[in-house]
């Protein structure tokens, strides 16, 4: 299923930079970042579980959000861009 994460981490602390820094490191072991605080994540239920915990160890609750939206397996049905495409289709094949 294609998870879109969002999130918005305070900065105004050292803190709150080094958890901005970790909440995106641990969104990139899992997606592609489509927008400074966007990722686009193509995860199993037990992935997402895994993924989600991990992000509330590290987020402070009263000072940061995260949201998840689930676009399911037709996720492709429901995007639509316009301007600059900065993502790649990331079920497709990767050659490196």
């Keep these: 299923m294609m998870v879109l994460i ?4 305070e900065t105004l ?3 709150g930079a080094r958890r901005l ?3 995106a ?5 899992y997606g592609q970042r489509v927008q400074n605080s966007v990722f686009e994540c193509v995860l199993t239920e037990a992935q997402f579980v895994v993924l989600r915990d991990k992000i509330s160890s590290l987020i402070d609750d009263e000072k940061d959000s995260v949201r998840f939206y689930f ?3 037709n ?3 429901k995007v639509e861009y316009i301007g600059k495409r900065t993502s790649f289709d990331v079920t ?3 050659i490196i």
């Design 6 to 9: 969002t999130y918005d981490v």
């Design 13 to 15: 602390t050292t803190s």
């Design 21 to 23: 820094r970790r909440v």
């Design 25 to 29: 490191k641990e969104c990139q072991n």
């Design 71 to 73: 676009l399911g397996n």
């Design 75 to 77: 996720w492709n049905n």
């Design 92 to 94: 497709s094949e990767l």
